[in-house]
């Protein structure tokens, strides 16, 4: 007889959108529930009831991960004008990930899940390049003027209970062209800096954080300095007592340094950099479905998640009756992300051994050759290599799952 694990706390649970919302359902009726005694609080955040509630779920998804600390989340629609028309909607709510990050302040960290058929783009990669990316201001909450003519461009900052505005001309244009404002807060500047050194004593990694403070030498160069003073102040030991490093360089230098490391840092971005280089990190590994996606605030809660949209491609194939060859990988690994950290708040080795013999049961289906077909077009050719559709996919990883629980063991 099987035995059940016991999960203490409940963690919140954010459901999605389109096929995603289809795996999340059998990722937990066949890997989880039968396993686990696990109680999470649910939130809905289909694009219908996020709807119907005014997106007052949302709301309600990110307060609750701050009360609880841990939730997992699936992709959620950002919905367009078509969304708005194929959904009937009151409005074009917003992204509930950026309102999710809005309150809880957070840094996203993501990293590829390696398996040893599948070669990163970059041969010298060994070890998982981790990107933590600042997820506050800069381009993505700017504010932009189309310049219609000649006319002169200045930046204006006018202090609160009085005393001179700071003013700096920026352009004198002679004819039309573009202009952006943008700005950061030492506050969550700050935040980034403490989040990836957080995260990088807890991997026992080191950590990169680079910028362009010889061209931006005030807007990067605060960037540079508060990581530097946080470092000296609140990281220098625990840092040294891990055996790891923090090393700042300059973003094309990371990058150049990057293409020729065997990896294994954690790398920490700005946040138009992060958006960017993720992604490059994503394909470079094979597969957006092979990235696991956290998102940590400043005050200890995490939010795991998958670093891919819904795939809505494959959910009309799906709404058609076909059998889809999605790849559950990163919805997976969002939730062994959140159940290990669930049973380290919880001090319970059993939950954090399930989690790590799911992610190994996870990896053994794919090695052995048993893949999604995004994976089979990147996968070391081999005879014993064989596509196969979502369900069947998530069978054999539960038939390997069932054998290393009944072994008992992760490795
Ligand atoms: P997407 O869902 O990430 O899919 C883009 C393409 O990547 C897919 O068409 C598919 O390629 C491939 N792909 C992604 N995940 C896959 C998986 N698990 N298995 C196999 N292939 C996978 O991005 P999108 O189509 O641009 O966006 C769809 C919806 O997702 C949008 O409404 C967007 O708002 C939302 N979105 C949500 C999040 C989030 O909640 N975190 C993030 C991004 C986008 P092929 O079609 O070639 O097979
Ligand atoms: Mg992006």
């Keep these: 007889m099987r035995q059940i694990i016991q999960v203490k706390t409940p963690v919140v649970e954010i459901d999605g959108d389109e096929m995603t919302r289809v795996m999340w359902r059998m990722i937990k009726d066949q890997l989880l529930l ?6 999470t609080e649910y939130y809905d955040l289909g694009l219908n009831n996020r709807d119907a509630t005014e997106d007052q779920v949302t709301l309600d998804a990110a307060n609750a991960i701050l009360k609880h600390r841990i939730g997992v989340k699936c992709a959620t629609i950002t919905p367009n004008a078509d969304r708005v028309r194929e959904y009937n909607l009151k409005r074009q709510w917003k992204s509930p990930n950026g309102t999710i990050r809005d309150i809880l302040d957070g ?50 900052f006018t ?25 950061n807060t030492d506050r969550s500047i700050r935040s980034f800096a403490r989040a990836c050194f957080t995260y990088a004593c807890d991997k026992k990694i080191d950590c990169w954080f680079s910028c362009k403070d010889t061209i931006s030498k005030i807007y990067d ?15 220098k030991d625990k840092f040294s007592e891990a055996g790891i490093i923090y090393f700042f360089t300059l ?11 065997d990896g294994g840092m954690l790398w920490a971005c700005k946040n138009y950099d992060g958006d960017v280089m993720s992604d490059m990190l994503a394909s470079a590994n094979g597969s957006l479905a092979m990235m696991t996606s956290v998102l940590v605030s400043p005050q200890g809660c995490f939010e795991y998640e998958a670093a891919h949209g819904t795939v809505q491609r494959h959910y009309y194939k799906y709404l058609n009756g076909e059998r889809t060859s999605t790849n559950p990988m990163a919805l997976i690994f969002a939730w062994t992300g959140c159940l290990n950290k669930r049973g380290e708040l919880d001090h319970t080795l059993e939950v954090i051994r399930f989690a790590k013999t799911l992610e190994a049961a996870a990896i053994e289906t794919v090695q052995k050759g048993i ?41």
């Design 34 to 39: 039968p396993f686990l005694d696990m109680e």
């Design 251 to 261: 973003i094309d230098d990371a990058v150049a340094r990057i293409m020729k490391s």
């Design 107 to 156: 840094t996203v960290f993501r990293a590829p899940i390696l398996v040893n058929n599948i070669f990163p783009a970059v041969r010298n990669w060994k070890k998982p390049i981790h990107i933590g990316r600042h997820a506050y201001g800069d381009i993505y909450k700017n504010q932009e003027i189309r310049i219609p003519g000649p006319g002169r461009a200045e930046i204006v």
């Design 159 to 183: 202090p609160q209970g009085g005393g001179p505005p700071i003013r700096k001309t920026v352009q004198e244009f002679t004819g039309p062209g573009v202009l952006q404002g943008i700005h």
């Design 221 to 235: 160069a605060r960037f540079r300095k508060i990581f530097d003073e946080e470092f000296k102040d609140k990281w």
């Design 371 to 411: 893949m999604t077909r995004d994976l089979m077009q990147v996968a070391e050719p081999n005879p014993k290599n064989r596509t196969v559709d979502t369900g069947d996919f998530i069978d054999h990883i539960r038939q390997n799952l069932e054998k290393r629980l009944f072994r008992g063991g992760p490795s």
